[in-house]
């Protein structure tokens, strides 16, 4: 199940489930933001909670919400992560205090959404790794511009 727009909740069939011996998680379910989606993992009939292969403007699929620039000068990490997270829906998780003096510069305007992930990290010398529905940032932070 993949989640476009809106909040979508997913459970394990209680046919499914006695069957087999489910967790509590699988049977009460777990809630989908947009970008999201869940797989079932039928070996275990467990539910894998992730982020959508390419995920999409949330101003591209609900009408009401805001319109947020790519294009960034000087703009310290933390406040570019913040964008993608209200653009796209995502949970970015960082240091921020770490990643305060970390300025990014470039126009990422026309480029799909891992790959800005990919140029901001690279320039701020971090890495991203997606777990569950989050996106994970590590970095060494970085020294101030004299």
């Not at 993992?41 to 982020?51: G, Y």
């Not at 790519?70 to 949970?91: D, K, M, N, Q, W």
């Not at 997606?130 to 060494?140: M, N, T």
């Amino acid at each position: 199940v993949e989640v476009r727009t809106g909040r979508v909740s997913v459970a394990v069939a209680d046919q499914l489930g006695k069957q087999n011996m489910i967790s509590t998680r699988e049977r009460e379910g777990i809630l989908l933001l947009p970008n999201q989606q869940a797989v079932l993992a039928r070996k275990e009939i467990r539910l894998v909670k992730t982020l959508v292969k390419e995920p999409v403007l949330l101003s591209e699929t609900a009408p009401n919400q805001p319109k947020y620039s790519f294009v960034f000068e000087a703009t310290p990490a933390p406040r570019v992560f913040r964008t993608l997270e209200r653009a796209y829906g995502l949970s970015i998780v960082f240091d921020e205090e770490l990643l305060a003096k970390c300025q990014f510069t470039a126009d990422l305007t026309d480029v799909p959404p891992y790959e800005k992930l990919d140029i901001i990290c690279r320039s701020i010398e971090a890495t991203y790794r997606i777990l569950d529905a989050q996106i994970i940032v590590d970095g060494k932070g970085c020294e101030p511009y004299l």
